[in-house]
């Protein structure tokens, strides 16, 4: 599976923005996706993800109640719709997905089988 994210870019604080991850197969429709960001000097970070029916979603604390994640399993992508943006949230977003359900270890990095490319967000105060 090939994953490209897009949509990222530079945006005042309390702005909002859309990120898209295009998956290259249908078997997308089968797998949990997860965003993930990685601000300079940190460790990449959890920031949502989705079940592949869409049905359950689960969020950092971070950016709960700002962020919404969502997929179109028809177009094979998944969506990250982030709103009252704020300077700490800028980072490189990753999406990223995962062959097993999510439940246990959605939100770790290494139960991740496949990941983007990553976006610049970038947010000024």
């Known amino acids: 599976v090939q994953l490209q994210a897009s949509g990222g870019g530079l945006v005042q604080a309390g702005g909002s923005l859309r990120l898209s991850c295009a998956a290259s197969e249908r078997t997308f429709s089968r797998s949990a996706m997860g965003w993930f960001r990685q601000a300079p000097g940190k460790e990449r970070e959890f920031v949502a993800a989705?079940?592949?029916?869409?049905?359950?979603?689960y969020y950092a604390g971070s950016v709960k109640g700002r962020f919404t994640i969502s997929r179109d399993n028809a177009k094979n992508t998944v969506y990250l719709q982030m709103n009252s943006l704020k300077p700490e949230d800028t980072a490189v977003y990753y999406c990223?997905?995962?062959?097993?359900?999510?439940?246990?270890?959605?939100?770790?990095?290494?139960?991740?089988?496949?990941w983007g490319q990553g976006t610049q967000v970038t947010v000024s105060s």
């Open positions: 990223a997905a995962r062959a097993a359900p999510i439940g246990t270890g959605t939100h770790r990095v290494t139960e991740y089988d496949y």
């Open positions: 989705i079940s592949w029916s869409g049905g359950t979603s």
